[in-house]
């Protein structure tokens, strides 16, 4: 009996796709994230053929991604872990209807133990389509996670739509298998293939739409590398495919692919009909990297028999990439090539693949098989002698004319190129971090390593700078650029620069540069880069932005450089927080304010973590009726239930109790300093930071000797009598009855403890 069994497997996962360098965080142990269960009945049927190789189950799901998951907020960056689970699985993948990652973002997907992952993929693996497919990762538990700057995390958007649960473990079905499909087909790396190495690399598998098929690269008359794609009509998925390179073993004798890369997203040009012509053209949305080493295959449109000595270059049964050759009995059949190969097979998995002339030109694209239907399938087809059928070239030319011959040559064939002629220069690097997957010449541009300036607080005085650097930075330039014109730069201190010597010098144009003179230079990782001073120009909502920068390394080369804008309004007035003299028991909070404020905010925060923040009381707040509350976390936020204010001016706000769970030395910074006037409207806020060192106060030992004697009688007298002025430490230490004041009632209670 005569069947045609269309030749693709169920098959909707991606190996790998374009990623870009670095590796994940990884959930911090301490770090519980939330898991999503994957709900089974939620199952999207498709009608397999019985030939498909049905591998997984695909469930319709609506996760958004940075509304559900567990967030870790930094400083200057908020990471987002969403666990994914679909019970029993072996593996997992993901679709995103929603993909949209910013410029500065980073995400990552590995199993739960974290033993694989794949990524990193940022904004340059977005796509116009606005969706994205993932490769699968081997466990029934999957990890997203996502890195982003705090200030671009409103323009995400990744909503997964899909999860591909792979319950045959797709990953090493082949694995160890010595089936008659060894050798029913040749590897490519065997010396049949040693006159086929350009026609083998233009062969690529494509996946959409839960089928699987072979496919080739092609050239067309312009030679310019355009990635067009031809292979069968019924293999077509209706919208965007995966397309994967290289998947083969570099070894005669292997059974596994060796270093494959992958891309996503097409555009269907042209798809026949399986009944009348079985061929397609598809083109990937992006230009194929020189590093994935591609060959566009040529062709011929002629309808001239090709003869038997014809080859096929394939992915069997979705397998690493065979050949097969030496055929019997080419005749063709309306818009088909029928004949036999005595050395390989085509089975699912085939269908589209090329069939090449001798002159190793594209005459069809694999299209059916005859034979009996068999069982266990493929295995046994290789036991079986049957003829294939392969959709003709020249049927297919006047669908694809416009495409392949762009020129209106009216070339009968042209041979395939590896270089083409048109060059886009660009970073062809994966490791690289400015990476360019369009480019196919590589122009030297290559940066390995960043260096990220952002605004920090902006106060009625300065501008901070922040830096993130992965490598140790010998200089930098930048230009701060205000819109409309407000203020005029006259100078810059302090942070890092100061702190590694650099001289940073600024101009009236907002031109800024930090270098130094002794050939210091500023470590990786993230600091304050500079304090930025200025002069008012104007008032109102003026757009900042650090622009044109250049950030070296210390040889002298650029690191990959982002930039930022903020805006500020210059109208509002400013507010600064200040610290007092700590205590062993206090943190005196002080306040310089422009304008009446309505209400506070800030964080107490301590590196090492070794302080503990209460209650507060006294000072402005208390004295204009502000009910000031404080938690463990150490925020602070102050505000009037009657609608009154603290005026305008200088002085204590309020007093911060706090306990510390050691001693030592610490820094404490009064962090994300939020202001409010009368009207609602945030000021110009900043904070500080500065070292304190806790102690261990012990009452009465004043001079710190561990023992309590006439030397500390004598050193409390020197105190009430104003000889001598008291640390922090000895005036805590002497206050032995906790009342604040030093007097004749310590004296007594000391020498009692003496006697005692």
Known sequence: MRYFNILFLFLTFSFSQIQFAGSPLFKPDNTKINFVKVDHSNLIEHNLHPMVLHYANEYSVDFNVPQLATKVVGPYKTTFYLGVESENAKALAFHFDQFKLTDNSRMFVYDEEQTMFIGSFNSKNNDFTGEKSTALVKSDRVVIELTVPNNEVRDLALNMSVVTHDFLDLINFHEGQTSERVDCNDNVACSSGDDWRDEIDGVVLVSGNGGVCSASLINNTNFDKTPYIVYAAHCSSGGSNTVYFNYQSYSCNGTQPQGYNSMSGTQNLWIGNFNNNDGALIRLNNNVP?????????????????????????????????????????????????????????????????????????????????????????DCYCSQSY??????????????????????????????????????????????DNYDPNATVDDGSCLYGSANLSFGS????????????????????????????????????????????????????????????????????????????????????TLLCIDELIVSDTNGNPLLADEDCTTVDFAAGN???????????????????????SGFQFNILSDPNIVTIGNAAGGLAEQYGFEVSTSELGIVIGFSFSGSTIPAGDGLLTNIYYTSTESGETEICISDTIVSDTNGNGLLSSGECIDYEITDIVLGDINSDTVINVQDVVLLINFILGSIEPNDNQYNAGDVNNDGILNVQDVVILINIILS
């Open 575 to 597: 507010a600064s927080l200040t610290f007092g003299d700590l205590t062993s028991d206090t943190i005196p909070i002080y306040i310089s304010s422009s304008t009446d404020i």
């Open 387 to 432: 003829y294939h059928g392969y959709a003709k070239f020249s049927a297919a030319w006047n669908y694809m004319d416009q495409y392949l011959d762009p020129l209106n040559t009216n070339e009968t064939f042209i041979d395939g190129t590896r270089d083409g002629i048109i060059e886009i220069p660009g970073c062809t690097d994966p490791d690289a």
């Open 458 to 541: 902006i106060t009625g005085e300065t501008i901070q700078i922040l830096m993130d650097n992965s490598e140790a930075i010998g200089g930098f330039q930048f230009t701060l650029t205000d819109n409309p014109d407000a203020i005029t730069l006259t100078g810059a201190n302090g942070g890092s620069a100061e702190e590694n010597g650099f001289q940073v010098s600024t101009s009236n144009l907002g031109i800024v540069i930090g270098f130094s003179l002794t050939g210091g230079s500023i470590p990786a990782g993230s600091s304050v880069l500079t304090n930025l001073s200025y002069s008012l120009n104007g008032t109102g909502n």
């Open 290 to 378: 020189s590093a994935y080493d591609p060959y566009y295959n040529g062709w011929n449109k002629s309808s001239a028999s090709p003869g038997n000595n014809v080859v096929g270059i394939h992915h069997p049964d979705g397998w690493i990439k065979k050949i097969s050759y030496n055929a019997t009995g080419m005749s063709s059949s309306g818009n088909w090539w029928d004949f036999r190969y005595n050395d390989g097979r085509v089975i699912p998995g085939s269908s589209g693949s090329p069939m090449f002339d001798s002159d190793k030109r594209i005459r069809g694209m694999a299209s059916y098989i005859y034979t009996d239907y068999c069982s266990p399938s493929p």
